[in-house]
């Protein structure tokens, strides 16, 4: 007796896609591993936490700033090709780091490398997206998010752990044998792709019209926002563990895996529901979020409270990643590339902004527990986004709009348009393949 429709579907995730998850396992470990080497790469580079803390704004900087520009720049280049050399060039970025004799070349590492970072994001995003159906976009968001999430129970911790037992710079050479391994993975796996012609060629000026859009900036400003309540956070981490918790440094590495284990909960837990109740999803994500911050920056003295607190922040703040993702493509549906690229850039607009207003708090001698009351106040914020886009979508009757169209949408993807207007009001919008 043949599957359901929709389990058949869900069995059809493209081979390409968990490759493209597993390469964001080694982007996301180096993006996230600085968390747990902070405090031994101030150390030695003789700098303060709060400086060691721009690393992690430095590689965001880089990711806001490459992701609209290569993905414009690659718009008509084979996407295989592109996210073959982008992997590449972040690999020897990790090697420069590893090398770095001073702060200021492991900073300019750390910003080429978001660069290449950003770019194998925004077109990684596109490829991901562009193989599935329009009812699995969150699902298959879900897949690469999932790395990063792995990231942070694997690869940040076992940073961490290198860092304290060889190194802070045996972290990134780690990362590099990551990000090989990764590009043999993209080499096999990936398929090849046609640059289209004629009509069907990518025109960027023609993309560029999704910008003209007022929900795609409330979906870049609540992505942004969340971005930055969970970064605040996340970057001082480490210290706030073991100066304000009080747990010795040997228990930072595990703390960190639970925040991962959060992670791929709450990523799990997203991808499952976010593409039949997209707003419920961001609203109970995000909501939730803020009140995890509150509590920790009330029970940060309280070192069972505090680790117990990183993995329910894990488990809140990636629950909305897949919904979130999925939000950019459905309002951009026309210009798939910049809409990854757009989303890209506001996680780490968010991902800047966290640690810089951070170590604002850190260096004004608030303490640790006011990172987290910061984090919580920019989640009440990405929540009052999110009540306007939702205010603007009922009020216009779309969730999803065909805002920049390069070309005619197929008859399954318009039906999707339609019923997408209607899928956080329905329990069975999200089984229509």
């Not at 003789?46 to 990711?63: D, E, K, N, T």
């Not at 900036?217 to 480490?238: C, D, H, R």
């Not at 986004?385 to 920049?404: C, F, K, N, P």
């Amino acid at each position: 007796m043949p599957a359901p429709p929709d389990r058949a579907e869900r069995a059809r995730m493209p081979i390409a896609v968990y490759i493209l998850g597993l390469s964001v396992f080694a982007l996301g470990t180096s993006e996230f591993m600085l968390s747990g080497i902070l405090q031994p790469l101030a150390r030695d580079m003789h700098v303060s936490i709060p400086q060691a803390g721009l690393l992690v704004s430095a590689f965001a900087i880089g990711m806001v700033v490459g992701a609209p520009t290569l993905a414009a720049a690659t718009l008509r280049l084979p996407r295989r090709t592109t996210l073959i050399a982008l992997l590449a060039v972040f690999g020897v970025g990790q090697v420069a780091g590893a090398l770095a004799p001073s702060y200021t070349v492991l900073f300019i590492s750390r910003v080429v490398s978001a660069l290449a970072c950003a770019g194998f994001w925004a077109v990684g995003a596109a490829v991901a997206v562009s193989l599935v159906p329009f009812t699995a976009r969150a699902r298959a968001m879900a897949v690469m998010v999932g790395g990063l999430s792995i990231a942070n129970i694997a690869g940040v911790p076992a940073g961490a752990l290198l860092g304290q037992s060889a190194g802070w710079r045996a972290a990134f050479w780690g990362v590099a044998v990551l990000s090989a391994i990764g590009l043999v993975g993209v080499i096999a796996f990936v398929p090849r792709t046609e640059v289209p012609t004629g009509e069907d060629r990518p025109q960027l000026r023609r993309e560029l019209t999704i910008y003209r859009d007022k929900e795609v900036w409330l979906a870049l400003g609540a992505t942004a926002l969340n971005g930055a309540a969970v970064f605040a956070l996340f970057s001082y981490l480490s210290p706030l563990l073991t100066d304000t918790a009080g747990l010795a440094e040997s228990w930072v590495p595990t703390v960190l895996a639970l925040f991962g284990v959060g992670a791929l909960i709450g990523t799990y837990i997203g991808g499952r529901i976010a593409d039949a109740h997209l707003f419920p999803t961001l609203f109970g994500g995000i909501i939730a979020s803020t009140l995890v911050l509150a509590v920790l920056a009330l029970t940060a003295h309280n070192s069972v409270a505090a680790i117990a607190l990183s993995l329910m922040l894990g488990v809140t703040a990636f629950t909305t990643a897949p919904a979130l993702n999925a939000r950019m493509f459905n309002v951009a549906n026309a210009a798939p590339t910049l809409a990854g690229a757009t989303t890209t850039a506001a996680f780490n607009i968010g991902n800047t902004l966290g640690p810089w207003l951070g170590g604002l708090v850190i260096s004004a001698h608030w303490g640790y527990p006011a990172v987290a009351w910061t984090g919580a106040a920019l989640a009440a914020a990405a929540v009052a986004a999110t009540a306007v886009a939702y205010r603007l979508q009922r009020s216009t009757g779309a969730a999803s709009r065909l805002v920049a169209s390069s070309e005619a949408p197929q008859p399954h993807e318009a039906a999707a348009d339609d019923r997408s207007a209607t899928d956080d009001r329905s329990a069975t919008a999200g089984k229509r393949l």
